[in-house]
């Protein structure tokens, strides 16, 4: 008996160790990605008229009309039907991922916007609340910066050629972005709390990696339609499998939902 006691203990302690040095591993494989592509609904891929055009006469004209400033708020690839500035992201999601969060802050510990030909360079932003927003300009003339969310309220302007990091806090809904000195400049800045959440490319793809295994709701996003996926801000259940990609195929962006 008292052999056995000895072996049982000493199984028992092997079994702790191994379980005490199989974390990294395990947590590896206990989280899978999600992917997708948003997608055109209509047969004809709308093309908008141009915000500023060239030459017109405008404020800052010799900067701000030197080259037509395109309207990003529905950009669809004529190729693939692509829709590009998408907001992709988890809505309270089950489980995190901090590695994924030290990643994405030592990766990336600024999110540059820029004022770029008197435009928003990118349209629409997302970032982690650890993150740091710079706020800048590339313009030779002054621009400002006016957000307006939740938790944020920002209001300032930028020299020609300056710049201004700010912390920002997470949010609820994407922030509108707008310069008040060229009014036509618009785009959409969205805070996290997490690190499930990604922009649709040129072509409408997503991938959000690092997701928990089990289910999430996910949320699809576009300032024209406002949210693309069934369940609205609740969003759409999906199983998300550890060590695995999730596809949810192609989601139709709806024509007749854009306003």
């Known amino acids: 008996m008292r052999i056995a006691s000895t072996t049982m203990l000493r199984l028992t302690t092997l079994g702790l160790l191994i379980a005490m040095a199989a974390p990294a591993s395990a947590q590896a494989q206990s989280y899978g990605t999600i992917k997708g ?10 093309e908008l008229p141009p915000k500023v055009k060239q030459g017109e006469n405008v404020k ?6 030197a080259e037509p400033i395109p309207d990003e708020s529905l950009v669809i690839d004529p190729r693939s039907k692509g829709v590009k500035y998408c907001l992709v992201y988890l809505v309270r999601p089950k489980g995190s991922n901090p590695e994924l969060v ?3 802050v030592e990766e990336h510990p600024q999110v540059v916007i820029d004022q770029q030909g008197c435009k928003f360079v990118p349209h629409l932003v997302a970032l982690h609340e650890k993150q740091q927003a710079l706020f800048k300009s590339s313009d030779p003339v002054a621009h400002n910066v006016r957000l307006q969310g939740f938790s944020n309220s920002l209001n ?12 920002l ?13 060229h009014p036509w400049m618009q785009g959409y800045i969205m805070v996290f709390d997490h690190p499930f959440f990604a ?5 409408g ?16 996003w576009h300032e024209k339609v406002g949210y693309v996926t069934p369940g609205l801000a609740r969003g759409q259940a999906v199983e998300v499998q550890a060590g695995k990609e999730t596809s949810l195929g192609e989601v139709t962006l709806d024509p007749s939902k854009v306003r």
């Open 205 to 220: 793809n997503f991938e959000i990696p690092g997701v928990p295994a089990g289910e999430q709701n996910v949320v699809i």
């Open 169 to 181: 806090s997470s949010e609820r809904r994407p922030m509108p972005m707008a310069c008040d000195i």
């Open 60 to 65: 800052d004209a010799q900067v701000c009309a």
């Open 37 to 46: 592509k948003v997608v055109w609904g209509g047969a004809q891929v709308p």
């Open 102 to 104: 030290n990643t994405l």
């Open 199 to 203: 922009v649709t490319d040129e072509e």
């Open 156 to 167: 300032f302007m930028l020299p020609a050629n300056g710049e201004l990091p700010r912390p």
